[in-house]
Structures are given as C-alpha cells and as structure tokens.
C-alpha cells in the first residue's frame, strides 16, 4: 500500500474532496499566504461567498503548494488560482488576473467586479503589487505556526 507521503498530489487532492470527481464540480484552487492576516481575511470572506463550495484552498507554505510549484513561478507575495485541475482544461492565474477569476467564480453582484479586466493587466498587476509589498506593514503578520484553523464545517475545503 502506497503510504500519504507517496501519493501522487492530484489523488490526494481527489481523496480530499470527493466532489472532484463529479463534473458538475471542478475544482478551482486558491493557493494564498497562510501567514498574512489579509489573505486568511480573504480566505474567510470567499468561505463565505462561495456558497456552491467550487474553491478549495492551501497555503503557499504548505505541502500542496510545494507540490504543485513547477507550474508557476513561486512566490509567496502572489495568490494563486489553479482552475479545472487535474483536466485537460487546466489552467493556472495569478495576481490580478487570479483575483478576477476568482470573482467570476462567486455568485451574485460580485460578478461585476471581473469589469475591471478592461484595464489592462500590467496596470492591474502593478496595484496588486503594490498592495502585496505593503500587506504586512498594514495588516500584521503571523508566524506560520499561528496560521488560523479554518472552521469545522470548511476544513474539507482547505489542503494541507
């Protein structure tokens, strides 16, 4: 038997969450900074927003990030979106374009924000990185160690 450790990350990821497996269901997942209290903040607010459970979420530190590394340029100051994985369809966004994509993925009014993919992406990526340099003089930080559990109910959500 294949032990935890060996199992190729798109299986454990399909263990995680069964609903992968339902094409109704495919998986986007949010790879962020677990140490940034705005990105757990927004971690939080897409938990709630996300009322059809399409987003899966993993720290940038964590083990499936690690694993899932060689299809970006990593880095902790990004968020990152990988849609449809584990298909043919897959595709990885970040930065802005990872935001925007993550919009449309919402229900309701939040749809209307992906209008701002009229300005062009470097001026979007440029305000993104912006915000991602001043993030923690802004908001804090917390040590890895401290990163906060995610609740009862979405903890199938998130990957280790």
């Known amino acids: 038997m294949t032990s935890h450790e060996d199992l190729h990350w798109k299986e454990r990821i399909r263990q995680a969450d069964d609903r992968l497996l339902d094409d109704r ?37 964590g083990e499936t990030a690690r694993s899932l590394a060689p299809l970006w340029k990593h880095t902790d100051e990004t968020i990152i979106l990988v849609s449809h994985m584990g298909t043919d ?9 990872a935001v925007l994509e993550i919009f449309r993925l919402l229900n309701g009014a939040w749809k ?22 001043n ?17 009862p109910h979405s903890r199938a959500r998130f990957l280790p």
Not at 90 to 97: G, N
Not at 117 to 124: E, L, N, Q, T, Y
Request: net charge positive; aromatic share 10%.
């Open 135 to 151: 993030r923690f003089r802004w908001f804090g930080s917390s040590p890895l160690e401290e990163c906060p559990l995610p609740p």
């Open 112 to 133: 209307a924000l992906t209008l701002l993919a009229v300005i062009p992406r470097a001026v979007r990526d440029r305000v993104y990185d912006w915000v991602a340099r």
């Open 25 to 61: 269901c495919l998986m986007h997942l949010v790879l962020y900074d677990g140490r940034c209290p705005l990105c757990n903040g927004i971690v939080r607010f897409l938990l709630r927003c996300d009322r059809q459970g399409r987003l899966m979420f993993a720290a940038l530190q």
């Open 89 to 97: 369809r897959e595709r990885v966004c970040e930065k802005s374009d």
